[in-house]
C-alpha cells in the first residue's frame, strides 16, 4: 500500500510561489500516477493536476500556465510548483495515487495524503 505524505505549504502573498512536495512510501512511484487536488472551506474538492506513470499531465483550466507537475521517480517524490498564486487558490492541497495514467475520476484513486495548508493573502 502505498503512503503519502505532502509537505511545502504554507503563507505566501499574492503574486508568490510554493512548491508542494509529495513523497511516497511503501512502494516505488513507477507504475502510479499522482494527482494534485485542493479543497476550500465550503468548497468541494477538485483535481489541479495530475501526472501519469509516463510523465503525462494534466491540469485544470483555473492553473493552467501557472503550477507544473513534475516527479522525480528516483526520489520516489512529484512536485507541484505553483506561480502567480492567488487569493482563490487557498485550499489544503492533498496529493493521490492511482495505477499508471491519470484517468479523470477521483474515485479512483486510492491513498491519499492528508494534506497541506496553503493560504494566499496580503
Known amino acids: 500500500q502505498l503512503q503519502l505524505v505532502e509537505s511545502g505549504g504554507g503563507l505566501v502573498q499574492p503574486g508568490g510561489s510554493l512548491r508542494l512536495s509529495c513523497v511516497a512510501s511503501?512502494?516505488?512511484?513507477?507504475?502510479?500516477?499522482i494527482g494534485w487536488f485542493r479543497q476550500a472551506p465550503g468548497r468541494e474538492r477538485e483535481e489541479v493536476s495530475c501526472?501519469?506513470?509516463?510523465?503525462?499531465?494534466a491540469y485544470a483550466d483555473s492553473v493552467k500556465g501557472r503550477f507544473t507537475i513534475s516527479r522525480d521517480n528516483a526520489k520516489n517524490t512529484v512536485y507541484l510548483q505553483m506561480n502567480d498564486l492567488k487569493p482563490e487558490d487557498t485550499a489544503v492541497y492533498s496529493c493521490?495515487?492511482?495505477?499508471?495514467?491519470?484517468?479523470?475520476?477521483?474515485?479512483?484513486?486510492?491513498?491519499w495524503g492528508q494534506g497541506t495548508q496553503v493560504t494566499v493573502s496580503s
Open positions: 501526472i501519469g506513470s509516463s510523465g503525462v499531465s
Open positions: 511503501g512502494s516505488t512511484l513507477d507504475n502510479y500516477a
Open positions: 493521490a495515487s492511482e495505477y499508471y495514467y491519470c484517468s479523470g475520476d477521483e474515485k479512483a484513486f486510492g491513498s
